[in-house]
Each structure stands twice: as C-alpha cells, then as structure tokens.
T-cell receptor, first 110, second 114 residues
Framework: ELKVEQNPLFLSMQEGKNYTIYCNYSTTSDRLYWYRQDPGKSLESLFVLLSNGAVKQEGRLMASLDTKARLSTLHITAAVHDLSATYFCAGDSSGYALNFGKGTSLLVTP | DAGVIQSPRHEVTEMGQEVTLRCKPISGHNSLFWYRQTMMRGLELLIYFNNNVPIDDSGMPEDRFSAKMPNASFSTLKIQPSEPRDSAVYFC????????????FGPGTRLTVL
C-alpha cells in the first residue's frame, strides 16, 4: 500500500519568507496531487503532477515531482497571510483511489 | 458549473439513531469517493465507486456503515446505529474518468452524534 508522509506537519512562518513542504511516498505513484484545506472548509485541488520532473506554479506556490526520489515539494515564496491553510499531498498507486498524507498546517504570521 | 453537492451540511443526532448522508457528484464524473475526516485519524477513505459499482469498501469501519450508488448522480452513506465516535466531517468526492484521479470534493457534512 502506498504510504505518503509529509513534513513538517506544522509550520509557522513570517510573511515574506520562503519555505518548502516535503512529501515522500513509499512506492511507485503514477501521479502526485496537492490540495489545500481552509479551516472548516473542503479540500481544493491545487496541483496535479503527472510525471517525473513536473513543475507547476500558481502565484506564490510551486510544486515539483521527483519520481526517482519518490519526493514532491511544495515551495512557498514570500508567504502572505492568505496562504495560511492545511496542505495535503496525495499519491495514487492503484489507479483510482488517492492516498493522502496527514497534511501540513501552515500559519503565516505578520 | 455545480460542484459536488452534499446534504445535509450539518447533522446532529443522538446515539443509536440512523443517519443518512447524501452526495450528488459532478455531472459526467464516473468515480465517487466517500471520506471521513477527524483530528485524530486525519482523512480516511471509506469506500469508492466506479460507474455506480462499489470497487473497494475496505475502509468502511464497521457493518454499521453502508453506502449505495443507485445511479450516476446520487450516492448515500448510511450509519445505523450511529455512535459518538462516528462524529466527524464526511466528504464526498468525484473524478471525471477512470485512471485520472484529480478528485473534486464536496463541502462535507459535519456529523455530531451525542
């Protein structure tokens, strides 16, 4: 079974700083997904990474995938308060269901 | 475009009562997933359907839980009898095609069992 581990699980960072969230997975995953969840809200799809070396960017967030290292990263550039949320990564080794990590709770402070 | 629709959004019930959660996937999506989210256990996959057929229900915690998908536009998750430990947020998600699994989540149902 595909296991997905994220670190850190909790992250407090100042506005304007950069940081990276790491997502390691245990076995081959066809694709890697990143989701965002605001408190009390649903999960919103951020990125779908389809192949080795894939890089996607949206605003201050950039996600990348290294299938050989079984690693995906979510890089935050010049953080702003609006980015405070929980970020999940997920992989799919079975072709249909996703295996989610435990999530990284990000708090951006002034 | 309407997203995934879930009802009710909030449900408060007493232990022992039957609870039915409802989900309408995005039109044209043919895979549907039920998840449960708690602080302690995180996001857990309960069951998923493809073309209305249950594919894997190994995540369903007990026989008290059952799920159906009578047609492509409707699914239910039933808990009977409910217990306080079932209190959680239940999400429904759907995907547009087999093998490409970006899942689109509904708003969730917050269930409280007293």
């Amino acid at each position: 079974e595909l296991k997905v581990e994220q670190n850190p699980l909790f992250l407090s960072m100042q506005e304007g700083k950069n940081y990276t969230i790491y997502c390691n997975y245990s076995t081959t995953s066809d694709r890697l997904y990143w989701y965002r969840q605001d408190p009390g809200k649903s999960l919103e799809s951020l990125f779908v990474l389809l192949s080795n070396g894939a890089v996607k960017q949206e605003g201050r967030l950039m996600a990348s995938l290294d299938t050989k290292a079984r690693l995906s990263t979510l890089h935050i550039t010049a953080a702003v308060h609006d980015l405070s949320a929980t970020y999940f990564c997920a992989g799919d080794s079975s072709g249909y269901a996703l295996n989610f990590g435990k999530g990284t709770s990000l708090l951006v402070t002034p | 475009d309407a997203g995934v629709i879930q009802s009710p959004r909030h449900e408060v019930t007493e232990m022992g009562q039957e609870v039915t959660l409802r989900c309408k996937p995005i039109s044209g999506h043919n895979s549907l997933f039920w998840y449960r989210q708690t602080m302690m256990r995180g996001l857990e996959l309960l069951i998923y359907f493809n073309n209305n057929v249950p594919i894997d229900d190994s995540g369903m915690p007990e026989d008290r839980f059952s799920a159906k998908m009578p047609n492509a536009s409707f699914s239910t998750l039933k808990i009977q009898p409910s217990e306080p430990r079932d209190s959680a947020v239940y999400f429904c998600a759907s995907t547009p095609s087999w093998g490409y699994n970006e899942q689109f989540f509904g708003p969730g149902t917050r269930l409280t069992v007293l």
